[in-house]
Nanobody, 122 residues
Framework: QVQLVESGGGLVQPGGSLRLSCTASGFTLNYYVIGWFRQAPGKEREGLSY????????YYTDSVKGRFTISRDNAKNTVYLQMNSLKPEDTAVYYCAAGGYWSLDMRKYDHWGQGIQVTVSS
């Protein structure tokens, strides 16, 4: 059974950090492009970052560039999203997804996690 599971979310104060994990079962993550997305209340889901499978090339949208870092640990079949300098506007449900293209087009992703809540508030 193909499954992606996010973990590491929670409540953090503005300026704080969290590290999200995306762990796969039933398939090998390093064969896929892994993307991180988020959806805030009342807003559309947006793509944040992706990491390629073979070369571990990365991409970030402007809203998170310099604050978020994506990485992978193939031995653990896990991709991480390190989030620093968090802002209240980063509050959202965060999703990871696996696909075959270097893109943040959600239609290019075949497998999705269930999402995890991140709340940035004092």
């Amino acid at each position: 059974q193909v499954q992606l599971v996010e973990s590491g979310g929670g409540l953090v104060q503005p300026g704080g950090s969290l590290r999200l994990s995306c762990t796969a079962s039933g398939f090998t993550l390093n064969y896929y492009v892994i993307g991180w997305f988020r959806q805030a209340p009342g807003k559309e889901r947006e793509g944040l970052s992706y990491i390629s499978g073979s070369l571990s090339s990365t991409y970030y949208t402007d809203s998170v560039k310099g604050r978020f870092t994506i990485s992978r640990d193939n031995a653990k079949n896990t991709v991480y999203l390190q989030m620093n300098s968090l802002k209240p506007e980063d509050t959202a449900v965060y999703y990871c997804a696996a696909g075959g293209y270097w893109s943040l087009d959600m239609r290019k992703y075949d497998h999705w996690g269930q999402g995890i809540q991140v709340t940035v508030s004092s």
